[in-house]
């Protein structure tokens, strides 16, 4: 072997980033803890579904065999869950065996599982994510195609969650959202008027609105079957019934009555064809009617990473909100809705004028559109 062989310098190459692993190390946990948070949402799905909490509240500390009895559920499962309730912090527990041990549904749960008006209420959550499985196939397919997924395609629980999720703010805060726009509460205050709640869904924020203005006959419009119907049914017998009205119609269509004010609560991300139901809105305004639109209060630019809300309106549009708005050929706005888009709709919509309004909430930004005087 010669030993004259030149020798080549070898080239470099970056060494690889080489950290101590605990990013990777943390990355594991929190992908743990998410599975953790997936897997409690199922079994508190479980639980509101089958009336196990509702049980242990109505009969107080139990065992698994009671709670299987008052909820009519196997021992069996009823005692896994129980356990598995207990092991997670959900439910509290007392001594003995597992066949003596009593559970019992801590005071500081009960408004988050169990009362539908409350402020904390937030079952709606355990109710909407886990049937949003069943389109997990048809997700897929449509990243492919491009095509979208209709709201009507999606579980009647997961609409009817999604107008649980929206009932307590719209219990409790729809009046203070209005009275900080003067502008439209003293109009709709001062004598009857029309008002059309557009993308009503389950007709929650429709009942609200006739209870805050007795003189006024309420409208809800919305374009999904299952939700109108939910609507009528939640409406019937109510102290606001004569006054309300609902209908399945697309927004995109043409309005016959005119309107004093219109409303939309988290529906324009939605819509598949915005411009066009914003042009039909503002036709069916009278002269210098305002709409009042309340959308995801989104980072006003893309900012990654995002805080909670702003994680928790991605992920709804990755899953839902994005597929809904890009059915029938929509524009696909999704739920990161900017208040750049809301203005770039509203100008090409005709409307005089769109402006913020100085309405204070965590999740909505408020949106006055003004029709043309
Ligand atoms: C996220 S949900 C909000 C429902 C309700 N406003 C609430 O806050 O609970 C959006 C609603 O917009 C409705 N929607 C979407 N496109 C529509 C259209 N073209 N015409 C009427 N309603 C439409 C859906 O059916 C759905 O009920």
Known sequence: MS??????????????TIDDGAATDAFVGRLFESALGAMDLFTIGLGSRLGLYAALQEHGPQTSTELAAHAGVAERYAREWLEQQAVTGILEVGPGSAAERRYTLPEAVVPVLLEPTHPAYLAPLAALVPPLGTLFERLVEVYRTGEGV???EFPAEAVEAQAALNRPAFTHELGGWLAAVPEIDERLSAGPSRIADLGCGGGWSTQALARRYPEAVVHGFDIDDASIAMARRSVAGSEVEERVAFEVCDLAGPADIAYDAATMFEALHDLSHPVQVLTSIRRSLVPGGILLVADERAADTFTAPGDPFERLFYASSVLVCLPGSLADGGVGT???????????????????SCEVAPIDSPMFRFYLLRAPA
């Open 3 to 16: 030993t004259d062989t030149p020798t080549i310098d070898a080239p470099t190459i970056d060494a690889p």
């Open 334 to 352: 999704g739920a990161a809705i900017r208040p750049s888009t809301v203005r770039s709709y509203a100008e090409q919509a005709g409307f005089a």
């Open 150 to 152: 209709s709201w009507s």
